[in-house]
């Protein structure tokens, strides 16, 4: 098997994976984000050879055997771009059925970026450690819930209070999979242990009030169960008629308070996690999925700790 020439502007020192370039590891966080399944340089392709001496070759980068497909990642170096269409050419005439895509950096940047990895990205990143729950499964599982909700308030008209800011992707998608009219509020609060037990200080209030609405609290995720246990309190008092909670993200291993949630979407292990709206110091929210951090990523910024919100 004839090595591949690699491109002339490739570092010193290759990364610690057998990766030729960073950025096919990376391509490979886009795949395992999708599920799709790969293969690193499988195989060799022959392209010229001579009394049966191999004088040229294409490995390509990835095989998808899933969509039968072999990639080509390219680097915007014009020099290197004509070389490997001269060689793509060569390869498609001798291989006519086998399915090979060039994949330019910038196409590849452009989709990293899309999908929170990326040039427009770069500090989050740096701080991810993997994708927990991809956006697939986030949309499919809010579906689910959304369709639960519906049955479960037919012939009502819910009245979803969201908590702030964390909530915001969940509370979006979630309304929207309710097939029922549906009002929404939002608040903002911060918790603290106080004398008679944990409170609520309330920093944003709903603007309407709940006495006899069938009001559900749509959170974010639920750790210790301080925050919640100690907003449905506040929120009882104001007499709703019915008052129920539906939580994303459910952190059972750390519960303190013994909360009630109606509906979970997802129990997550006993890690800091981010995207999908939640936060670490105002970070990370808008990555379309939920990731853990690195740890030493966290460690390293544990100085500025987060406040609950
Ligand atoms: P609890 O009072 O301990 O249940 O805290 C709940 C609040 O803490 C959530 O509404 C989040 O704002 C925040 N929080 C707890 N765990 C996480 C996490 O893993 N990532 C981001 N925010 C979190
Ligand atoms: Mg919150």
Redesign the pocket.
Known sequence: MTAKAKDAEQPPSAPAANFAHASEEDFTHILDFYGVAWQYEPRSFTLREEDGRVLEAFTPDFYLPDLDLYIELTTLKQSLVTEKHRKLRRFQERYPDVQVKLLHKADYLSLLAKYGFGPFSEVEVAGIHEVLISASALEHRVGELGAALSREYRGREPHLVG?LR??TCFMADLMRHISLPVSIDFMAIS?YEGDQG?LVRILKDLDEPLAGRDVLVV????????????LLQELRQRGPASLKVCAL?D?RA????DVPIDYVGFE?PD????GYG???RQKFRNLPFVATLKRDWLTAHAEDK?R??
């Open positions: 908590v964390g909530v918790s944990s959170e974010d995720i639920v750790d210790t169960g301080m925050t919640l246990n100690a993200l952190k750390r519960r303190l308070v997550v890690e800091f996690v981010v939640l936060d670490f987060q609950p919100e």
